[in-house]
């Protein structure tokens, strides 16, 4: 029976203000505990942007230099994350807003420099999580709502990915309760085809899996996800469900929209 | 006994990192259970400035309009309070970041259009504090850190003076703590007189309060913060005690720099 609901959002859901407010409706009705992780979205690249801080690129990858990180801790921290608390308290949803810094539930390390400096970007792993402050405020009825930025423990904020935070806080958690770890995109599912927006594989388990590797139908966009999804599953995660924003919250664990992996 | 710490730091402190820097060392060793509130600092205006965002007053009074609140909302909630979140973690004091907005913890009202509308502006009153997730968080160690930020519960952030903040959350705690609550500010104390920066006030009570009125010691600067102490004393409010960043922090409860009012 999954009693903790953690959910990652996207920004393609952010940017847009009508699928936003559909969206924070739907999470707020959710019963019981439940966690919410965020993307950015564009409106840090926009206000890097007026700000005149250029966005810089090494093999297609972002690097957060010092000015970057200023932006997206205002931005993602502060305007993005206290919009979504605001609202959703609004929605009778008691939220809280944090980074990982915040009661030092995320700490991380910063990315070492090989080949390319990343810049202030944050690698987190699992059994980093100090969950002992998040179960509190879980257990007294309030939704922890995280922007993608953890801590180094060393006074620097980092940047990190919103789906890494939220595979990482659903692992940590699979020991205290039984986790559903949600992945809203763009797609409804994994598609059998890509060309089908309909072609929801809805189960997919290690030998089916396999089949598809095999099948060669999984497309370079899914499969990262999918392997993430399997790596939750192996470290305690129950149930991995990946979807679109406007299916995937409309069921609580009887009917399933979206590609369920366990 | 005191056993609950109420400090406000402003923009002064905020605005340079020296004396930052101290100041959060300083916070940071305080025993026991403490919050810490922050104004915002000269740095809402200049990203403002930045985005093109013009500052309007009326009447020397700063409004708060649609493009304000977003730029506030970043800095004061977003870059300025995970900063020192971040920077309170490396000195192993364990904080955490909030709004008003947050576990709806300072609910407010939006200033009501009179002579001015000041925009998106919050109006606070102790009895509208909610307290549980507060007392929850001090009770297991935590310490908030709140920017002068709260919510009126219908989706909006509003921008809400830090001074009041800090008073309403001290007169609202007094019901289970004994508070103290302390201004920080860019003077040592109540000062005798405003031409001697040492000649500091250790101690005002009603009677001395009003010795010094008839006597028309006291300049228009320092006469609403002593209003606001009073007003919190008279409250439930244990002390409170006024005086620079530099000395109010070095004393816990025996030796007393800065004027304590009582």
Do not use: W
């Not at 959710?30 to 007026?50: E, V, Y």
């Not at 080949?115 to 690698?123: C, K, L, N, P, S």
């Not at 590797?213 to 469900?241: C, H």
Request: aromatic share 4%.
């Amino acid at each position: 029976m999954i009693d903790l609901f953690i959910i990652k959002v996207g920004g393609n859901v952010i940017d847009n203000p009508v699928l936003l407010q559909a969206f924070l409706e739907k999470f707020a009705t959710i019963p019981g505990k439940k966690i919410l992780i965020h993307g950015g979205g564009k409106i840090a690249t926009r206000i890097g942007d007026q700000l005149g801080i250029e966005s810089k690129y090494v093999d297609g990858r972002r690097i957060t230099d010092a000015a970057t990180i200023d932006v997206v801790t205002m931005v993602y921290g502060g305007l993005v994350n206290k919009q979504l608390v605001a609202k959703l308290q609004a929605a009778q949803c008691n939220a809280i807003g944090l980074t990982g810094a915040d009661a030092n539930i995320i700490p991380a390390t910063k990315r070492p420099v090989k080949e390319i400096d990343y810049g202030f970007v944050g690698d987190v792993k699992p059994e980093m999580v100090q969950t002992a402050a998040l179960k509190a405020l879980l257990e007294a009825g309030i939704t922890p709502v995280f922007a993608p930025l953890t801590h180094d423990g060393k006074g620097q904020i980092l940047n990190t990915n919103a789906d890494t935070i939220a595979a990482s806080l659903a692992i940590a958690l699979s020991a205290s309760y039984q986790v559903r770890l949600i992945y809203c995109f763009e797609k409804k599912g994994v598609l059998r085809d890509p060309q089908d927006d309909n072609a929801v594989i809805n189960l997919i388990n290690k030998e089916i899996y396999q089949q598809l590797l095999d099948e060669k139908v999984l497309t370079d966009g899914i499969l990262p996800k999918l392997q993430n999804a399997f790596s939750a599953i192996d470290n305690g995660v129950k149930e991995v469900l990946i979807g679109h924003a406007d299916d995937v919250l409309s069921n609580t664990t009887d009917k399933v929209a979206g590609t369920l992996i366990c």
